[in-house]
């Protein structure tokens, strides 16, 4: 079935340095991919998306490329700041209307 | 804008207890979902409704019910809760139809302990 794992453990790093969270699937047909975020307290936020490949979904200075010949959809940013502190989940849409969640990744950037 | 709210952000019951949570959207959606989401383990499935009165199970429907009699609210049962149901309880609804719309728009959960 549809699955999407992302890297082990919390990210940390400095303001201004460049995130990237590692997201890859697996799956049948042509899914569209997701990130979403969660600040601390509060439900999920889309963040960005891509519905084919080589789509590439980006929104407040963060991108991801959908990319088919690796199974990947990786998150970057060019400068982080620490309002960006968060949880970042990786999604995939599936059959019957349902997203698959990877476990997320906890970001602490510190000042 | 998409509004989605939780009848509570936080709540405490007991064991044996039933427990309703709601979840209500203004958007006129007919998919809607109810996630738990536990440390180290994502978000995962309870149940979701595609309609009025239409549910199917998630991955983990297991000491769960659901009730959708009308389209705005998604009705989340524990009919006797148990200790290893503490967790945060999100509710979605999902938009698409649209060229290229397909997003679900969460609550902000309800953190539920039982003791």
């Known amino acids: 079935g549809n699955s999407v794992t992302q890297m082990e453990g919390p990210v940390t790093l400095s303001e201004e340095a460049f995130l990237t969270i590692n997201c890859t699937y697996t799956a049948t047909g042509y899914p569209s991919l997701f990130w979403y975020v969660q600040y601390p307290g509060e439900g999920l936020q889309l963040l960005l998306k891509a519905t084919k490949a080589d789509d590439k979904g980006s929104n407040k200075g963060f991108e991801a490329t959908y990319r088919k010949e690796t199974t990947s959809f990786h998150l970057e940013k060019g400068s982080v700041q620490v309002s960006d502190s968060a949880v970042y989940f990786c999604a995939l849409g599936g059959r019957n209307n349902r997203l698959a969640f990877g476990k997320g990744n906890q970001v602490v950037v510190i000042p | 804008d998409v509004k989605v709210t939780q009848s509570s952000r936080y709540l405490v019951k007991r064991t044996g207890e039933k427990v309703f949570l709601e979840c209500v959207q203004d958007?006129?959606?007919?998919?809607m979902f109810w996630y738990r989401q536990d440390p180290g383990l994502g978000l995962r499935l309870i149940y979701f409704s595609y309609d009025v009165k239409m549910k199917e199970k998630g991955d983990i429907p297991e000491g769960y019910s659901v009730s959708r009699e009308k389209k705005e609210r998604f009705s989340l049962i524990l009919e006797s809760a148990s200790t290893n149901q503490t967790s945060m309880y999100l509710c979605?609804?999902?938009?698409?139809?649209?060229?290229?719309?397909?997003?679900?728009?969460f609550g902000p959960g309800t953190r539920l302990t039982v003791l």
């Open positions: 979605a609804t999902r938009e698409w139809g649209r060229a290229g719309t397909d997003t679900q728009y």
């Open positions: 958007m006129d959606h007919e998919n």
